[in-house]
């Protein structure tokens, strides 16, 4: 099976976790040893933001920053329904009510019209979230955001490598929230990272990974046990180091899948608008004006020949039993997508020649 995305992991990141388990430091007490010192030094560089705390998963990430915002009771946060269910898990876990709203159907990020309507005196936060790796339209987000005092929290889970208008995930936000799952442009294992430019909310983040401690037992907020052990922070610095060369080769094997579908009339290939760098962390193609059943057909069929097709995301967050409580009106571009969408491997180890099968097939079931 070609799996839609796979971990990259060489013998540097063996390496460096021998050397960390050699070391005897796993993790320390407030959640700040040297290699996470060191991991979130260089991804703080590499987002060019002021601040990095590492946490050990993206959804802690989210949940942390939604804390540190003070989103809480009686709030709601505007969403993307069309997204992860962590994006929404958080907002019901701080206590608040989760507002979905509809996505631009060309990009699949949520649309800046549908915040603008959904805003109420309730309103404290909004979270873009940088769908299949393609930024949200965030100069807007930020213009709406602060037209009406609102804290933005970007899902930039998906996203390492992306960049709008020159300026990395995070340039446009209060909080930008990463995450280094497995599947991810680059790895930990499990483990999450937030970025910001504010010291205050650096502050509170470092305090609410640990307990809300600022020095052992004097806990001075509500906290957590978020923290990155050692081990993921060394592979994190590995992974970071090679993450240019994952994204070359995503790009490239994009480019080929790209030129090889766009005869393919049926078949609404992924987009990156002027201005956009994708982080193609989905190649996410779109079977046009089909219902779902076709669609499934042709993931059936392809996962049968050894192609790790991936549907994200169906059933959208607002249509799923937990959260149909939270669903204020049919959600029409994101109800449409989900039934069309699926995701091809581009990851980067992918083959030239494993490329032209999974374009070839596709074509075929066409
Ligand atoms: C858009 C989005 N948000 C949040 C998350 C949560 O990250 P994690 O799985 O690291 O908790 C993910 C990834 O799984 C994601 O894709």
């Known amino acids: 099976m070609i799996p839609t995305n796979a971990p990259q992991i060489g013998q540097e990141e063996i390496e460096a976790v021998k050397k960390v388990l050699e070391s ?37 990430a989210l949940h942390m920053a939604l804390l540190a915002a003070n989103v809480r009771q009686g709030d709601e946060v505007i969403l993307p329904s069309f997204t992860f269910t962590a994006t929404a898990e958080i907002v019901v876990l701080a ?18 019209e549908a915040i603008e309507k959904a805003v109420t005196k309730k309103t404290k936060a909004v979270i873009p979230v940088d769908l299949y790796g393609l930024s949200a339209e965030m100069k807007i ?43 991810k442009n680059m790895t930990t294992g499990e483990g999450g990272m937030v970025t910001t430019n504010s010291e ?28 990155m052990p050692e081990m ?16 070359e080769k995503r790009r490239r094997n994009a480019e080929i899948l790209s030129k090889r579908l766009k ?47 991936g549907v994200y995301y169906n059933p959208p967050i607002h249509l799923m039993p ?19 969408v699926f995701s091809l491997p581009v990851h980067p180890g992918v083959t030239t020649k494993q490329l032209k099968f999974i374009a070839d097939t596709v074509l075929g079931l066409l």
């Open 24 to 60: 005897g430091i796993l993790t320390t007490g407030l959640g700040a040893g040297p290699k996470v010192k060191e991991f979130e030094e260089s991804f703080a560089k590499f987002v060019v933001a002021k601040h990095a705390v590492a946490v050990n998963s993206g959804t802690a």
């Open 95 to 112: 206590g608040a009510k989760p507002i979905f709203i509809d996505i631009n159907p060309q990009t699949y990020t949520l649309s800046p």
């Open 141 to 183: 987000v930020r213009e709406i955001a602060d037209r009406h005092g609102l804290v933005v929290i970007e899902d930039a889970a998906q996203a390492h490598g992306a960049a709008y208008h020159g300026k990395p995930p995070g340039f446009y936000a209060d909080f930008a929230c990463w995450s280094f799952y497995a599947s």
């Open 200 to 227: 205050e909310y650096a502050e509170k983040l470092r305090c609410i990974r640990t307990h809300g401690e600022r020095e052992k037992y004097t806990s001075v907020m509500l906290g957590h046990n978020y923290r």
């Open 232 to 247: 993921e922070a060394a592979i994190g610095c590995v992974q970071l180091k090679k993450l240019p060369s994952f994204l």
């Open 263 to 309: 005869n393919a009339q049926k078949l609404e290939l992924p987009k990156e608008p002027r201005g956009f760098k994708h982080s193609w962390y989905l190649y996410t193609v779109r079977l046009k004006e089909a219902e779902a059943s076709k669609r499934d057909k042709i993931v059936a069929k392809m996962r049968e020949r050894g192609i790790g097709v």
């Open 322 to 340: 937990f959260y149909r409580k939270f669903k204020r009106h049919k959600l029409i571009e994101t109800e449409k997508a989900s039934k069309q």
